[in-house]
């Protein structure tokens, strides 16, 4: 059974930073490609970063642009997001999800996690 479990929400200042973590199991982990999406209230779930299934390859949505570093590490089963000068408008439920594909689009992802708050106070 694929299970992700996300981990490192919470509550942040704005301009303050968070590392959310993604540990994964039952899958081949460096087999897939992984993304960050987050879902606002009221909004649709929307992509923030992906890492290829080595790490050569990230890429991080506009909004997070230049405050995004997504990594992972295949020995760990386990990827990260760091997310520096947060704002307001960061706060979301953040669910890390694994693809066959280096995609930004939510479909392509196969299995996902339930998911971790991160709220940032102005």
């Known amino acids: 059974q694929v299970q992700l479990v996300e981990s490192g929400g919470g509550l942040v200042q704005a301009g303050g930073s968070l ?3 993604c ?3 039952g899958l081949t982990f460096s087999s897939y490609a992984m993304g960050w999406f987050r879902q606002a209230p009221g909004k649709e779930r929307e992509f923030v970063a ?3 299934w080595t790490g050569d390859n990230t890429y991080c ?12 590490d295949n020995a760990k089963n386990t990827v990260y997001l760091q997310m520096n000068s947060l704002k307001p408008e960061d706060t979301a439920v953040y669910y890390c999800a694994a ?3 280096f995609s930004s689009w939510p479909n392509d992802y196969d299995y996902w996690g339930q998911g971790t708050q991160v709220t940032v106070s102005s």
């Not at 949505?61 to 992972?72: E, F, L, M, N, Y």
């Open 19 to 21: 590392r959310l973590s």
């Open 23 to 25: 540990a994964a199991s």
């Open 50 to 52: 992906s890492i290829s």
């Open 61 to 72: 949505a506009d909004p997070v642009k230049g405050r995004c570093t997504i990594s992972r």
């Open 99 to 101: 693809s066959l594909r």
